[in-house]
């Protein structure tokens, strides 16, 4: 069955940096898109960043405003896993962070905390 395992959330200070990954199994990875999303208390779960599968456009990737310039999705194929480096890091930044991917249907790891705070 499908399973997604993120990793590497934690307390960091603004202006730090995290590297979040998510260990994929039980479906053909690499012909698949992937997806960060995150919720922050009291709001919805948003779309942060994505990048195709090799199948597509070659792994070409797109990002939530409020991150560009400061967060990067890459994925490894060899490995089936995505990641997710998020630098300069911002108080409001902090959320519960999630991967996903649709095979069939949705599909949800069970998220990882980064809280960004003094």
């Known amino acids: 069955q499908v399973q997604l395992v993120e990793s590497g959330g934690g307390l960091v200070q603004p202006g730090g940096s995290l590297r979040l990954s998510c260990a994929a199994s039980?479906?053909?990875?690499?012909?698949?898109?992937m997806n960060w999303y995150r919720q922050a208390p009291g709001k919805e779960r948003e779309l942060v960043a994505a990048?195709?599968?090799?199948?597509?456009?070659?792994?070409?990737?797109s990002y939530a405003d409020s991150v560009k310039g400061r967060f990067t999705i890459s994925r490894d194929n060899a490995k089936d896993t995505v990641s997710l480096q998020m630098n300069s890091l911002k108080p409001e930044d902090t959320a519960v962070y999630y991967c996903?991917?649709?095979?069939?249907?949705?599909?949800w790891g069970q998220g990882t905390q980064v809280t960004v705070s003094t």
């Open positions: 996903y991917t649709w095979n069939g249907r949705d599909y």
């Open positions: 039980g479906f053909t990875f690499s012909k698949s898109a």
């Open positions: 990048i195709t599968s090799v199948g597509g456009i070659g792994g070409s990737t």
